[in-house]
């Protein structure tokens, strides 16, 4: 009797925060895991980690900017291990500001990261997937990304995109057994203030206080997004407040963003978002 196959997933930014969580819940299951990370030293050290818990894989040193590298490591994994079952879309970078305050260089970057490089990722992987007779992707995006915060215009505008792209590859796939899920969190521990980009202090001293005050772990949010996929679930929100936000604005869209901007415009707004965000409320 052959021993059933090992399933496989590539997940990229695996060297920290949300991509290693992944990789070491998957590790648990036994799988054989593709960890993708520009720092290859935090890959191999999620790598280890990965085998202690169960689970193989390799490291695949890559930047994802650049379309024709990813391609590459596409075909790398499709050639080493014939399928893989989950690709898991999660590097990410974060850039905070005014309109008209942010350098067009930080917007680019911003985009690059976030944006092209979950497209170039299912660009890549998709035919593959088709040709092999299936698979599931999961789109890491952001509750930013249907909230809209101000002064938080480039992040909201890559995520607002990732969400769309994956609502539209829901349909698209559907026919060819692709399940897709875009998980949309707020905040949460993740190493993503490592690289923050802002322009003024509050963009800071408010994604730092919300960073400190989260009340749900990588680990978690690796969890949910994970059982989110496995039921073939189009969106994974894995706080109450991210899908508070949600409803409300699919409800109340007008209101819901004068609401937001009557509060941002009050003296007492942005206290009021850092008195939220130290008690982890976003």
């Given at each position: 009797?052959?021993?059933?196959?090992?399933?496989?997933?590539?997940?990229?930014?695996?060297?920290?925060?949300l991509?290693?969580?992944?990789?070491?819940?998957?590790?648990?299951?036994?799988?054989?895991?593709?960890?993708?990370?520009?720092?290859?030293?935090?890959?191999?050290?999620?790598?280890?980690?990965?085998?202690?818990k169960?689970?193989?894989?390799?490291?695949?040193?890559?930047?994802?900017?650049?379309?024709?590298?990813?391609?590459?490591?596409?075909?790398?994994f499709?050639?080493?291990?014939?399928?893989?079952?989950?690709?898991?879309?999660?590097?990410?970078?974060?850039?905070?500001?005014?309109?008209?305050?942010?350098s067009?260089k930080?917007?680019?970057?911003?985009?690059?990261?976030?944006?092209?490089s979950?497209?170039?990722?299912?660009?890549?992987f998709?035919?593959?997937?088709?040709?092999?007779?299936g698979g599931?992707?999961?789109?890491?995006?952001?509750?930013?990304?249907?909230?809209?915060?101000?002064?938080?215009?480039?992040?909201n505008?890559?995520?607002?995109?990732?969400i769309?792209?994956s609502?539209?590859?829901?349909?698209?796939?559907?026919?060819?057994?692709?399940?897709?899920?875009?998980?949309?969190?707020?905040?949460?521990?993740?190493n993503?203030?490592?690289t923050?980009?802002?322009?003024?202090?509050?963009?800071?001293?408010?994604?730092?206080?919300?960073?400190?005050?989260?009340?749900?772990?990588?680990?978690?949010?690796?969890?949910?997004?994970?059982?989110?996929?496995?039921?073939?679930?189009?969106?994974?929100?894995?706080?109450?407040?991210?899908?508070?936000f949600?409803?409300?604005?699919?409800?109340?869209?007008?209101?819901f963003?004068?609401?937001?901007a009557?509060i941002?415009?009050?003296?007492?707004?942005?206290?009021?978002?850092?008195w939220m965000?130290?008690?982890?409320?976003?």
């Amino acid at each position: 009797m052959t021993e059933p196959k090992k399933k496989t997933a590539v997940i990229t930014g695996a060297a920290s925060g949300l991509g290693r969580a992944m990789s070491l819940v998957l590790a648990e299951q036994g799988w054989e895991i593709g960890m993708v990370d520009l720092d290859e030293a935090g890959a191999r050290e999620t790598l280890e980690l990965a085998q202690k818990k169960g689970g193989r894989g390799k490291v695949y040193p890559l930047d994802l900017s650049s379309e024709k590298d990813m391609a590459r490591m596409a075909a790398h994994f499709f050639e080493s291990w014939d399928r893989i079952d989950l690709l898991v879309n999660n590097a990410g970078v974060a850039v905070a500001g005014i309109v008209g305050d942010i350098s067009p260089k930080n917007w680019q970057w911003q985009l690059q990261n976030n944006l092209w490089s979950v497209i170039y990722g299912c660009h890549s992987f998709i035919p593959w997937m088709k040709r092999r007779g299936g698979g599931r992707i999961i789109n890491i995006a952001s509750g930013a990304g249907v909230v809209s915060f101000p002064e938080m215009a480039p992040y909201n505008v890559t995520k607002a995109g990732v969400i769309s792209l994956s609502e539209t590859l829901h349909a698209e796939l559907a026919p060819e057994g692709i399940g897709v899920t875009v998980v949309c969190p707020l905040f949460f521990k993740t190493n993503l203030i490592d690289t923050f980009r802002f322009t003024h202090e509050f963009q800071k001293e408010f994604f730092e206080a919300n960073f400190a005050g989260a009340r749900i772990t990588s680990e978690r949010v690796a969890r949910l997004a994970l059982r989110a996929a496995g039921k073939n679930k189009l969106y994974c929100f894995p706080q109450l407040s991210s899908k508070i936000f949600w409803l409300f604005k699919r409800l109340f869209p007008g209101f819901f963003h004068r609401i937001l901007a009557s509060i941002y415009h009050r003296k007492w707004g942005k206290p009021l978002f850092l008195w939220m965000a130290r008690r982890g409320l976003f």
